[in-house]
């Protein structure tokens, strides 16, 4: 396949340092891009997924054999993808470094309850359960920093850290590498998380895993508290014989978007679908939910020798179907030069592997936190931070909340609104704050609550109820 327009971009990935691997990683992607293959999964290709294929982990809970989900668990490693910087949040750092709620007076962040939740399996469950951050440049300092301040955290034979790779966008007028001089980081993206299976083995990662006796490997997103240690799947998943095994859950009117798996028609294998990828005239079949009833929560497992075997067979790089980001150079500028990211997912690996499956789990292994609306939830009284720091929740069924994002989109604009916490959502079915609106404390939404838009910086009083008209008064009706 012809790669002549490629030499700008290999001549950049080299000038910057990156490696062969990576940079025959962006050359899949770029010819693909190219060749103008299809990006694209239709409906008539694929059927759903029927429930009756997929077995519940609540079921397998109750019969799985303890002593064997132990063993399974204690050859199990975690690996984190933590490589975002939360820019859609306004974060200047990474997103790990957020505080999500506070235990006994101390504020958490993400990377302080994966901390938590590791060090607690080990402790109580008498496993070594090796960790390993999946960091890019941009996050690696001061994720290692708060590793070797925990006294309590200590790893010697398994790398803690593996490095993500990047690549250029491209600019959409020129097709060329974009070129960005009032701030050049930005001219650089990641390649997806699917870039995760080369970077794990370009590492050594794999290596260090089976020297470890590891023989099982849980991936999963470091903005998902949800994804926590858990012996029971770990021995479903050493009970199952897969390969790779990805987590779905039950989707609702709010998931319609989500990534789902479905059959390919022609193979039979399961196969990764998002929405991004499915052409507009399937977009209504792709997004009813009572069709397609899954979706991908990002939580997979994979046998390290059979994660070994398929990256040595392909030298690395896994041929992933690739996707089509267009945006902006500047993602905090809708004005900034339009480019392209070309990207992979990390689920898509499913259609590898012939022996893949599925299991469903509870909304309880799905809490991302994405936007700020997410943030609110997770900081109100829905949730309880236990002491294995697990984020513990009565159903897991959340208000929809809709926060104005030109007030509320920004982190520090979210928390100077909110200076005594979120107010209470534990009676409330919707949440929606138009305009811009202030937070005294002990505040709680009921019903549908809804501040509307005053044309003015507005203030809910302390111990006020918001409800489906606003503001209750506060007197007496004769």
């Not at 359960?129 to 440049?137: D, G, K, Q, V």
């Not at 990662?205 to 470091?222: K, M, P, Q, R, V």
């Not at 987590?247 to 609702?252: A, Q």
Request: glycine share 6%; net charge negative; aromatic share 8%.
């Amino acid at each position: 396949m012809a790669t002549s327009g490629f030499d700008a971009f290999e001549a950049k990935m080299r000038d910057e340092g990156m490696t062969d691997l990576s940079i025959s990683q962006f050359r899949r992607l770029y010819d693909v891009w190219q060749s103008k293959e299809a990006h694209q999964i239709p409906e008539k290709n694929v059927t759903p997924v029927r429930e009756s294929e997929i077995k519940n982990v609540s079921d397998i809970h109750d019969s799985i054999d303890h002593d064997f989900a132990m063993e399974a668990f204690r050859k199990t490693a975690f690996l984190k993808l933590n490589g975002g910087l939360g820019t859609s949040m306004g974060l200047e750092g990474p997103k790990s470094m957020l505080t999500v709620r506070r235990h006994k007076a101390r504020p958490m962040r993400f990377i302080d309850i994966i901390l938590g939740q590791v060090i607690s399996s080990r402790t109580r469950q008498d496993v070594p359960l090796p960790l390993t951050l999946m960091n890019s440049f941009r996050t690696s300092e001061e994720s290692l920093r708060v590793l070797k301040r925990n006294r309590r955290f200590h790893q010697s034979n398994v790398p803690v850290e593996i490095l993500q790779h990047k690549e250029p966008k491209i600019d959409v007028k020129t097709g060329g590498p974009v070129s960005w001089p009032a701030d050049p980081a930005l001219e650089w993206c990641p390649p997806g998380h699917g870039d995760v299976f080369s970077t794990i083995w370009e590492s050594g990662l794999l290596d260090a895993l089976t020297d470890a006796g590891i023989e099982y490997l849980f991936i999963s997103n470091s903005d998902n508290l949800g994804a926590r240690p858990s012996s029971t799947l770990s021995g479903a998943f050493a009970q199952s014989g897969s390969s790779f095994m990805v987590e779905v859950s039950k989707k609702t009117p709010a998931d319609r978007k989500g990534g789902q798996i479905v059959r390919d028609k022609d193979t039979g294998c399961l196969m990764l679908r998002e929405i991004s990828q499915v052409p507009p005239e399937d977009l209504s079949s792709a997004m009813n939910y009572r069709r397609h009833r899954f979706f991908n929560t990002n939580n997979i497992w994979a046998r390290v020798d059979a994660l070994r075997d398929i990256l040595a067979s392909n030298d690395g790089v896994l041929n992933l179907p690739v996707i089509v980001n267009r945006k902006t150079v500047d993602p905090s500028d809708s004005q900034s030069r339009k480019v392209i990211q070309l990207e992979t997912a990390m689920g898509a690996a499913i259609s590898l592997f012939p022996d893949s499956s599925c299991i469903e789990v509870g909304r309880a292994r799905f809490l991302p936190v994405k936007t700020t609306n997410d943030l609110f939830v997770m900081r109100s009284d829905r949730f309880h931070l236990t002491d294995a720091f697990e984020m513990e929740d009565g159903n897991y069924v959340f208000p929809d909340v809709n926060l104005d994002e030109r007030y509320y989109k920004n982190i520090n604009d979210f928390n100077e609104r909110f200076p005594y916490g979120v107010p209470s959502i534990a009676a409330a079915n919707t949440v929606t704050v138009e305009g811009d609106w202030y937070f005294g404390h002990d505040v709680s939404f009921y019903g549908d609550a809804r501040l509307t838009d005053n044309g003015a910086p507005s203030y809910v009083p302390n111990g006020a109820f918001v409800g489906p008209q606003g503001i209750e008064p506060d007197e007496w009706i004769a």
